[in-house]
Every structure is written in structure tokens, then in C-alpha cells.
């Protein structure tokens, strides 16, 4: 019960305190009298606002300590006058603005990608350091490091508690995004390990999406971004086999998608706009009308990436609108857009590169190319899963000839 409230008591008690480091302590520090006061008291009928209302007590004393009363009484005595707290939310979309505020701070773009996605798993989705740490396979202390270094930064830079607007809060906005949609792709995809997938991860970020476009429902880009990882999830349960192996999209259940999902990317794609997530959704949208893999629009798609790779020009995104147009209009047509891309200094260690132009190649026939490219692409991956997946491929073709 304190995860899921946790995120709330943070937010409500920096609006005091405004330090985010200090807010994580005290809402601890309620949590720690609730386990003390509760197996003598009994659970109260209201165990959420209990716990926000002591750390709210506690921050107001934390504040009293700490400055004269009459000095720091007109900065917060409104939370003074008002200690109990509001009545918890009836319904999910029913959350204040101080969690809005939480969610800025801990992406705010003075720290480093890695700090704010650590911070923000920390402090908005309630994992704990060894959870992280086990997600992105980095070592315990070094993330609990990143924590406290990240809450130092803040402080040091004076970053205020609030909701930017204008120029700023489009800048803050894109590094909110940009997180949840890194945090989503490491569980969708994981650059290292044994498991392809680590779903708990897309269920964070997916959670945290929902919650963004609750509490900024008129802003475009947050609804495409949370129809993108929608369409996404749906297919989590298909992506692997019973072992753990990775399952082509062509070879996925797509009775096994998962129809509510999809319901509702379709309705967060209504509401969104033709910004870079917006677009990405409208492809992921794409697969999902398909009812079979044979029934892709693969030339809207094709279009589609068209439109993203103009809008945010990343040889990323023309690795994927070649593999697009190779579906629409065959791999003849796909192979010197590969090519070009063989320069690019973003791809040089990508192991997609090499195994895309593999399937290019094997489609085309030409079997020992193709298995060479895959098992470059073997050597680069750092994913156990893909790397059995793409040297399988390349056992089943034939040797370079000498």
C-alpha cells in the first residue's frame, strides 16, 4: 500500500520541505511509524491519508525546527493551517498537481539520462535501489549513488518545486517523455542479459503515461506517447516463447495481443497530435489493426516513418523505414537504404545494422552474406536471447564461401 501511495506522500511533503531527498525521508519515516502504531491500533479506515497526514506532521516540524515560526510562517502557513490532508482520490485520474510537480523535478534536465531515470523509478514509481539495479543489471551501490548524487544535483542547482511553463516546460516536458519511453524500451527490449523482456519495467512506465495524461490531458504528445506503449504492451505475452526466445512479429499469436491494450492506444491515439511519439503510435497502430501478419500496410507505415525521419532525423528511424519499404515494396528496394546507413557513426556498434541487411540479404537469396551479417550481429548484441536467436540464423544458411 505504501508503493502505490508513496509517490503521493513525496510529492505533498516537497511542497513543504522543497528538497525531494528530504521528502523521500519523511515519507519513510511515516512508513515506519505505521508499522510500529498499526498492529496496536488496527489499520485505519483511511491508511493512505494516515500516512500522508504524519508526514506532512513531520515535515511542518521539520520546518519549525529549522527557521523562526514568524519567518517561515507566510512561505507555508496555508499547509500549516491545513495539515490534515485532502480526501484520497475516489477514482485514478483524480490526482493533484503536487505529483505533476514530482514527476518535472525528477527529470528535470540538469541530471544526466541515467540520474533522472533512476530518480524517477525511485521517487514516482516506488522501486527500491536493488529493484533498479536488478533492471538495468548495474551494481546496487552505483544506483543507490545516482539516487544521491541526482537528489545533490537538484538541490545545488536551486531547481524549483513547480510546473514549468512557456519554453521551459516544453524543454522539461521532452525530458519527461524521453524517460518513461526509455524506461518502457528497456523492459520491451533489454540491451543486456538473459531475458529479453522485463515486463515489470513496461509496467511502470506504462503506469506512469497513464498518470502523466490524467494530469495533462490537453498536451498531444503525452497521449501519443502513452498510446505508443499501449499498442506495445499488447504484445509483451507474444514476444517469447516458452523458454524465454524471442518470437518474430510475423510468427506472434495475434489472438494472444492483448485487445484491451489495443483499445486503449486507439483511444490515447485519437487524442494525440503528429509529434515523434504521436507518429510512432500511429505505426505501432498500424500492427495492431492487422489481424494477420500478411495483412500489414506496410506502404502506410513505410509513410509513416517518412514523416518521423523528417520531423527528427535519425538514422535510427531510416533503419526502421527500410525494413518498412523492403515489406512494401521488396528487399531489392530496401538494400541501398541499408547500405547507406553502413557509415553511420550512431550505428557503428548497433547490431540491428547488420542484422536487418541480413534478412535483406537472405530474402534475396544470397544465403552466405546473409549469415555473415547475422553472426556480426551475434558478436554486438549484449542480450543472451537475441544473440542465440541471430546465430540460429545463421546456422541455417550457408557458409561464406573462401
Known amino acids: 500500500m505504501f508503493r502505490i501511495e508513496s509517490a503521493r506522500i513525496i510529492a505533498g511533503v516537497t511542497r513543504i520541505v522543497r528538497d525531494v531527498g528530504i521528502a523521500e525521508e519523511l515519507a519513510q519515516d511515516a512508513l515506519v511509524a505505521a508499522l510500529e502504531q ?121 531547481v524549483p518545486y513547480e510546473v514549468p511553463y512557456g519554453a521551459d516546460r516544453e524543454q522539461r516536458l521532452a525530458s519527461v517523455l524521453e524517460v518513461i519511453y526509455l524506461i518502457f524500451n528497456e523492459g520491451y527490449a533489454a540491451t543486456a542479459g538473459d531475458d529479453l523482456l522485463r515486463p515489470a519495467l513496461c509496467e511502470d512506465a506504462l503506469r506512469l503515461a497513464r498518470v502523466l495524461t490524467a494530469l495533462m490531458p490537453k498536451e498531444s504528445e503525452v497521449h501519443g ?68 501478419y500478411e495483412d ?40 541501398p537504404l541499408v547500405d547507406a546507413l553502413a557509415g553511420e557513426p550512431a550505428l557503428r556498434s548497433y547490431h540491428l545494422l547488420p542484422s536487418v541487411r541480413g534478412d535483406l540479404l537472405e530474402r534475396l537469396g544470397r544465403g552466405p552474406e546473409a549469415r555473415a551479417e547475422f553472426e556480426r550481429a551475434a558478436a554486438l548484441t549484449r542480450n543472451a536471447r537475441e544473440r542465440d536467436l541471430l546465430l540460429a540464423r545463421a546456422a541455417a544458411l550457408p557458409q561464406v564461401r573462401p
Open 225 to 292: 506517447l502513452c498510446a505508443l506503449l499501449e499498442f506495445q504492451a499488447s504484445r509483451t505475452a507474444t514476444r517469447t516463447g516458452p523458454d524465454g526466445e524471442p518470437v518474430l512479429l510475423a510468427d506472434q499469436n495475434r489472438a494472444r495481443w492483448n485487445r484491451l491494450l489495443i483499445r486503449r492506444g486507439v483511444d490515447a491515439l485519437h487524442r494525440a497530435g503528429t509529434g515523434p511519439y504521436s507518429l510512432q503510435a500511429a505505426i505501432a497502430g498500424c500492427h495492431a489493426a492487422a489481424v494477420r
Open 38 to 158: 498499526w498492529p496496536l491500533s488496527g489499520v485505519p479506515d483511511r491508511p493512505g491519508a494516515w500516512l500522508m497526514a504524519t508526514a506532512k506532521h513531520r515535515a511542518v516540524d521539520l520546518v519549525r525546527r529549522r527557521e523562526t515560526y514568524a519567518r517561515k510562517l507566510a512561505e507555508v502557513g496555508r499547509t500549516l493551517e491545513d495539515v490534515p490532508p485532502p480526501a484520497e482520490p475516489t477514482a485514478p485520474d483524480d490526482i493533484d498537481d503536487d505529483l505533476l510537480r514530482l514527476v518535472f523535478t525528477a527529470c528535470h534536465p540538469v541530471l544526466a539520462t541515467e540520474a533522472r531515470i533512476a530518480l524517477t523509478l525511485r521517487l514516482v514509481g516506488g522501486l527500491t535501489t536493488q529493484e533498479i539495479a536488478r533492471a538495468f543489471l548495474a551494481s546496487e551501490p552505483t544506483v543507490a549513488q545516482r539516487i544521491v548524487r541526482a537528489k545533490r544535483a537538484l538541490a545545488k542547482a536551486g
Open 296 to 335: 500489414t500496410d506496410w506502404a502506410t507505415i513505410a509513410a509513416l516513418y517518412g514523416r518521423l525521419v523528417r520531423l527528427v532525423p535519425s538514422p535510427v528511424v531510416e533503419l526502421n523505414r527500410a525494413v518498412a519499404v523492403s515489406m512494401a515494396e521488396g528487399p531489392a528496394a530496401a538494400l
